[in-house]
């Protein structure tokens, strides 16, 4: 049977000149019946249009911060490093994959990513611009939960996963602040920080703050997440012989 593929936007490292990928997110996805593929790092049009129509989805990864320019505010000291290679990437590729109707799933920086090129807004820093008590930047092991999220009512993740309460993991120091008019809220912590969001018009745009790659060997939630969007690649595909 064959497997669709699933194109995952590779991670960077500035300081050794490389970029790289977490055998989560490779794993997460074959587990759920893709076929993962790291793709390069490239801005080139006809190269990504060409990426894009290999792949039965795509999926945006964690890492470096979105750069603040991108949603329209300057860069305050607070702000981590940024990756301009990435964003102008990623610009492109989400562009490319939205007009081919692909599925899309985004984790961590994704759904920051998503929010922000959709003209939504960021917290460039959680604890100085929405302190609370919750724990948004836990310390290893990163498979453990350490704060709640709430699935809302009447959206896909409710359907999914149930409208309880379930306990996530979570490693990041920006957040969806403004949400981008294109997308609608999925699930919320406790302190009202945007968890998991989704574009209804689409039959599968999906991220999510946690990390799921991380997860997926002892979380079922997890586990359901990867295979949701690994399903509606699959269902993109069409007929095969």
């Known amino acids: 049977m064959k497997r669709p593929v699933i194109g995952i936007v590779p991670l960077v490292d500035i300081q050794r000149e490389s970029y790289w990928m977490l055998p989560g997110y490779m794993e997460g996805v074959a587990e759920a019946g893709g076929l993962p593929m790291m793709l390069p790092l490239t801005d080139g049009e006809e190269q990504l249009d060409q990426?894009?129509?290999m792949c039965d989805g795509v999926l945006f990864t964690g890492g470096q911060d979105v750069v603040p320019a991108l949603y329209g505010e300057e860069m305050d000291a607070v702000c981590g490093e940024c990756c301009p290679e990435r964003d102008a990437m990623e610009s492109k590729l989400l562009d490319i994959?939205?007009?081919?109707?692909?599925?899309?799933?985004?984790?961590?920086?994704?759904i920051q990513f998503i929010n922000a090129a959709l003209g939504g807004t960021l917290y460039q820093d959680l604890p100085g611009q929405h302190p609370s008590a919750v724990e948004h930047h836990q310390r290893p092991p990163y498979d453990a939960p350490v704060h709640t999220v709430t699935p809302l009512p009447d959206t896909p993740l409710a359907a999914l996963l149930g409208e309880?309460?379930?306990?996530?993991?979570?490693?990041?120091?920006?957040?969806?602040?403004?949400?981008?008019?294109?997308?609608?809220?999925?699930?919320?912590a406790p302190d009202g920080i945007v968890e998991a969001a989704y574009m209804p018009d689409r039959p599968f745009v999906w991220a999510v703050q946690w990390h799921p790659e991380f997860s997926f060997r002892v979380d079922e939630n997890s586990r359901k997440l990867f295979r949701a969007f690994v399903r509606a690649a699959e269902e993109g595909m069409g007929p095969t012989l």
């Open 51 to 53: 990426l894009a129509a």
């Open 97 to 110: 994959v939205l007009r081919q109707d692909k599925p899309v799933f985004g984790i961590c920086r994704g």
């Open 164 to 188: 309880g309460p379930i306990r996530v993991n979570s490693c990041h120091h920006q957040a969806v602040k403004a949400l981008a008019p294109a997308w609608s809220a999925m699930a919320v």
